[in-house]
């Protein structure tokens, strides 16, 4: 399958052959669902806990001698019957969310996800991408990374590229770039990673992948 290829500034360049067998995979619901739930479970940070008796400060002297009082014995008032005690059966953070992802599993959902984003036509080729720091500079300015982001929503069918407030597109690159990733840091909604860290739940994530030519070649090659 063929698809155009563009510059950095919006226009068309020429068009680059895709295999077959990372963007023309059938569709399966169930596949992404199972692996995109897996995942959000394997980033889930477990907050909720309820401190138990053991856990409650004070408590160690008893409250009232054991009898005579009238009142019903009592061994602390951190006990969980009390005001100020310990949870009983509360929310621990010990709790453990994590789900097992079979790595041909995980591999297999990431090619119906960019398949199915190919047919939605939310994938961009950029034949290259190339900050020029401006003079006396260290490093290209993020108004030059805006000004690229802009040109390339003129191309029909990415106009949310400037449109879009969250999650706009990722940009994806064959080798790990400084100077790129610092120019898009501070753009909002635009993620710059390599494309071997792809995963399924970044492609549904992002409305629009923006893939650098030779990180094509990347997703060839299954990744652990």
């Not at 720091?133 to 000004?147: I, L, M, Q, R």
């Not at 710059?192 to 992948?209: G, Q």
Request: aromatic share 6%; charged share 30%; net charge positive.
């Amino acid at each position: 399958m063929d698809i155009k290829v563009y510059n950095q500034e919006g226009k068309e360049t020429g068009k680059v052959k895709l295999d077959d067998k990372v963007f023309s995979v059938p569709f399966n619901a169930d596949l992404l669902h199972q692996v995109i739930v897996s995942m959000q479970a394997n980033k889930r940070v477990v907050i909720a806990h309820a401190k138990t008796r053991a856990e409650v400060r004070g408590g160690g002297r008893k409250p009232w001698r054991q009898k005579g009082t009238g009142r019903a014995r009592h061994g602390s008032t951190r006990s969980p019957i009390w005001i100020g005690g310990g949870a009983t059966h509360g929310p621990l953070k010990e709790k453990n969310y994590e789900k097992k992802i079979n790595k041909k599993t995980k591999r297999k959902a990431l090619l119906v996800a960019l398949s199915q984003k190919l047919r939605d036509g939310e994938i961009l080729v950029l034949d290259n991408l190339k900050l020029t720091p401006p003079s006396g500079a260290s490093f290209a300015k993020t108004k030059e990374a805006n000004a690229i982001v802009s040109n390339l929503s003129k191309i029909k069918g990415f106009e949310d590229l400037t449109k879009k407030k969250k999650n706009r597109a990722e940009v994806l690159l064959a080798n790990k770039t400084d100077e790129i990733k610092r120019a898009f840091k501070n753009l909002f909604g635009i993620l710059v990673e390599e494309a071997r860290s792809l995963n399924p739940l970044d492609v549904l994530t992002y409305k629009y992948l923006i893939f650098i030519k030779d990180s094509l070649k990347v997703l060839e090659k299954p990744t652990s």
